[in-house]
């Protein structure tokens, strides 16, 4: 079935610094969402993307899905302690079920 | 509005017990799903429905059923509860099949010992 590869696993970055996830498939992609999961949490719509080649910002995240549309990453420009939690990456597989990589977790040091 | 409510939110069973985590909307959305979260595994699909009377499986439904009697609730049931399924279950909901945001509930954290 629909597996999508996400890493890294974990991030540990220093507070200012740049941090990015990167979601790949096997297969070409109809769309990818990306969460967000705070400590404790529960997951959280972020965006998603639809074009080949699209790129979204929200503030200092960015989001880019590749031209072939099997891959996706998530760029945090100068990340900040409120940045911490893990974020997923989540796509449709061809029988309508939405499947979620595996996360990477970010902590932020201050 | 709710949203997308759970409850409980913490459980511990007995190996061998069964029980019903709860879920329910009020956004009026025909799609909702179940998954498990565990360390290090992401979050795994367990069973889903379209609509009202419509369930389906996900990646990992042994051990799980399900019903969708109507549109707002979507209960999970576990069968005969086994220290495997120790681990913390989220509901979520959207408007439809297909390309629309999910809705997650709070989750409930269930402990098998």
């Known amino acids: 079935g629909q597996q999508v590869m996400q890493i890294p696993q974990y991030q540990h970055v220093q507070e200012g610094e740049d941090f990015t996830t990167y979601c790949n498939s096997s297969t070409t992609l109809s769309n990818i969402q990306w969460y967000k999961q705070r400590p404790g949490g529960h997951p959280v719509f972020l965006i998603q993307?639809?074009?080949?080649?699209e790129v979204k910002k929200q503030k200092r995240l960015t989001f880019q899905f590749g031209e072939a549309k099997k891959n996706s990453s998530l760029h945090i420009t100068a990340t900040q302690t409120t940045d911490v939690g893990t974020y997923f990456c989540?796509?449709?597989?061809?029988?309508?079920?939405?499947?979620f990589g595996q996360g990477t977790e970010l902590s932020v040091k201050p | 509005n709710a949203g997308v409510t759970q409850t409980p939110k913490f459980q511990v069973l007995k190996t061998g017990q069964s029980m019903t985590l709860q879920c329910a909307q009020d956004m009026n959305h025909e799609y909702m799903s179940w998954y498990r979260q565990d360390p290090g595994m992401g979050l795994r699909l367990i069973h889903y429905s379209v609509g009202a009377g419509i369930t389906d499986q996900g990646e990992v439904p042994n051990g799980y059923n399900v019903s969708r009697s109507t549109t707002e609730d979507f209960p999970l049931r576990l069968l005969s509860a086994a220290p495997s399924q120790t681990s913390v279950y989220f509901c979520?909901?959207?408007?439809?099949?297909?390309?629309?945001?999910?809705?997650f509930g709070p989750g409930t954290r269930l402990t098998v010992t």
């Open positions: 989540a796509v449709y597989n061809q029988g309508g079920k939405l499947i």
């Open positions: 979520a909901s959207s408007y439809s099949q297909g390309s629309y945001e999910q809705y």
């Open positions: 993307l639809v074009k080949s080649g």
